[in-house]
């Protein structure tokens, strides 16, 4: 455990959060302990920075504003004392049409992030569930796919029936190239991204235009695209629900699943009461 906290960030599904659902009471009651303690508090996600990301904690309760944001896997930036949205290395509208083409045989739905709302190629329940989630408008382009490429993106993104997931996986990795590779976010969720690109890299950006050391950031987290910030952080948590690789970068696992309000009694026995 490091010997000081300056600042904690979190994943949100599956580690803040149980997908879709409301922030767990024991990790509510720790985060408003710390903020009074003087930590700063941040999210790191998949998710796109926008309107609706600043109003989480206020969607979820908290009395206290989140003073980091890492979005979209590391390829976003915005904290409290940095008015812009920092961007790092996005795709080229070429490569996510040749990204699309060579996932074309799983007829999988892609779809990418545009401003407060989502594109996507075909609408169906996956891409219902994520609405509700994410609290975004989508766009359908009913199969035009190039509609999806007219300008540079932090990733593409393909959604499908969590059964496959494996499948779909094991497709991925034929695609990867130094140009690009594909992450499992949870299952039903493939990300294709700037191999440079990851929640770690910005979590680098965050301590440096801070200046705040990183052996003073605890970071937690569960799935793939958090093992780099775990890996990277002064003290990495991955829940007990996470996946093999991402346990395997931590510093710590907790004893508690998401569900069982893992991160707020990982937070309230080694941290505010040790």
Known sequence: MINKVTAIVADIDGTLVNKGESIMPITKEALEQLHRNGVLLGLSTGRKINRSMF??????????????????????LWDKDHENIEEYYLLEPDTM???????????????????????????????????QRNHMEVLVTDGDTDRLCIQPNYNVLFRFDPERTEEVRAFARTVDCERYHGISTSPGIIEFMDPRVNKGMALHKYSQRNSIPMDEIMAFGDMDNDKEMLREAGWGVCLVNGSDITKSMADAITEYSCTEDGMGRYLMKYVLNR
Do not use: C, H
């Not at 799983?106 to 407060?116: A, G, R, S, W």
């Open 55 to 76: 109003q989480r904690a206020k969607d979820w309760g908290l009395s206290f504003a989140f003073d980091v944001i890492i979005g979209m896997n590391g390829g976003q």
């Open 97 to 131: 049409k040749e990204i699309i083409a060579r996932m074309s045989p799983l007829q999988i739905n892609p779809m990418v992030y545009e401003k407060d709302y989502m594109v996507t190629a075909f609408f169906d329940e996956n891409i219902q569930a994520s609405m």
